[in-house]
């Protein structure tokens, strides 16, 4: 039996997403980019899963340092969301519209979000145009607690 594309797509699509700024870190380098594709795996150890675009530049960076942070945008920062997918002037210029510091393991935490966790890699599946990485979350800063960016508010689409 064939796959019926438009009904994966409808059903696909309704998985509800959150939208966050993924960081990255190699070096001296920092990078950082919308993601929705999250979710959290295990509360002990507390897991959290991610799929990252094959071709993307931070894809190489996870792979590479086996680490990456999210950070989690308060509902009113869709335009924060906007700049981190759109192209950049040179890797990490996405963070001229957003301060960051870097966590105690070395990752971009942004100052305006509700917070930020750090995360090691403990596994990954590379099969299709995203590779799956499962964190095992290291550190966690809150800011502030309040509600927090949905795809679903945004009118875009990732997924289907
Ligand atoms: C609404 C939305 C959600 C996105 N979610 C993801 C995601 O979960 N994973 C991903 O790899 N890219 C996602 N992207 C695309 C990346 O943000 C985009 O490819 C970015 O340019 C990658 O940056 P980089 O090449 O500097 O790493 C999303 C884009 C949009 C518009």
Redesign the pocket.
Known sequence: MSLDADAKKVLLRKIPHG?FICGVAEGDVV?G??????TQGSFEPPLVVM???AD???NGMIQRTGKFSLNVLAADQKDLAAV??KP?QG?GGRFDAAPYKLGEHGLPILDDGLGGVECAVVGQVAHGD?TVFVGEVKSAQLHRDAAALE?SSTG?N?GG
């Open positions: 939208l990078n980019f919308t993601a929705s594709w999250v799929a990252v675009r993307s530049t931070s981190f997918f950049q890797v995203h795809l875009w990732y």
